[in-house]
């Protein structure tokens, strides 16, 4: 079977670093994406991890162990526009129909920021 | 650049009537995905398109959903008859090919099915 597991719920104030953990356990592998949705919005990129190492974007960085099946989203210096739902996703490769792939999203982080 | 528009934004019938969403991705952009997000839920694959052909439509419930991209721009993806169960935003996304990593969503349909 296909699993994603990430809490469900983090609170943090702003200012503070959080980091969002993510476990997976899937057929094929090709990489890690990190979404994030506010409410009653669409999901946005954040980032993508391949290799296994950390990607920093901003505020924003992600890390990626193959090895353990597991990667993290960190967010560093939390403002209240963080707020919202993040999506850990895998990318699973599938080698028919000329290959393509397709994201399997995790349920989801609700990160609520207080001030 | 413009993004992917969706439309209706709500959508409101009762169980057994029928409902059609409308999507048109980014220009240029040649894969298009339609996604079921249940509240509470991470967003679930219905069915993907590289141009106008299907690739992936493994989790589309075919005996109640339909879904067409005439043309390879915009698409269609219907529902008849509608459950309570298919109570959910739907959400359609675009990438530039079918193995670009990055996809781009738009704001989504929320059905709510009575």
């Known amino acids: 079977g296909q699993s994603l597991e990430q809490p469900s719920e983090v609170t943090a104030v702003e200012g503070a670093i959080v980091q969002i953990n993510c476990t997976y356990q899937?057929?094929?592998?090709?990489?890690l994406s990190w979404y994030q949705q506010h409410d009653g919005g669409a999901p946005t990129f954040l980032s993508y991890n391949a290799l296994d190492g950390l990607e920093e974007t901003g505020r924003f960085s992600s890390f990626l162990s193959r090895s353990d099946s597991y990667g993290y989203l960190l967010l560093q210096e939390l403002q209240m526009k963080d707020s919202a739902s993040y999506f850990c996703?895998?990318?699973?490769?599938?080698?028919?129909?000329?290959?393509?792939?397709?994201?399997?999203f995790g349920a989801g982080t609700r990160l609520a920021v207080h001030p | 650049e413009a993004g992917v528009a969706q439309s209706p934004r709500y959508k409101i019938i009762e169980k057994r009537q029928s409902v059609a969403f409308w999507c048109n991705p980014i220009?240029?952009?040649?894969?298009l995905y339609w996604y079921q997000q249940i509240l509470g839920q991470g967003p679930k694959l219905l069915i993907q398109?590289?141009?106008?052909?299907?690739?992936?439509d493994s989790q589309l419930p075919k005996d109640r959903f339909s879904a067409e991209r005439l043309k390879g721009v915009d698409s269609t993806l219907k529902i008849q008859p509608a459950k309570l169960e298919d109570s959910a935003v739907y959400l359609c996304?675009?990438?530039?090919?079918?193995?670009?990593?990055?996809?781009?969503f738009g704001p989504g349909t929320r059905l709510t099915v009575t």
């Open positions: 899937t057929s094929g592998f090709y990489g």
């Open positions: 220009s240029g952009h040649a894969t």
């Open positions: 996304a675009s990438s530039f090919y079918q193995t670009s990593y990055e996809q781009y």
């Open positions: 398109f590289q141009n106008n052909g299907v690739v992936d």
């Open positions: 996703a895998v990318r699973d490769e599938a080698m028919f129909s000329g290959g393509y792939n397709k994201l399997i």
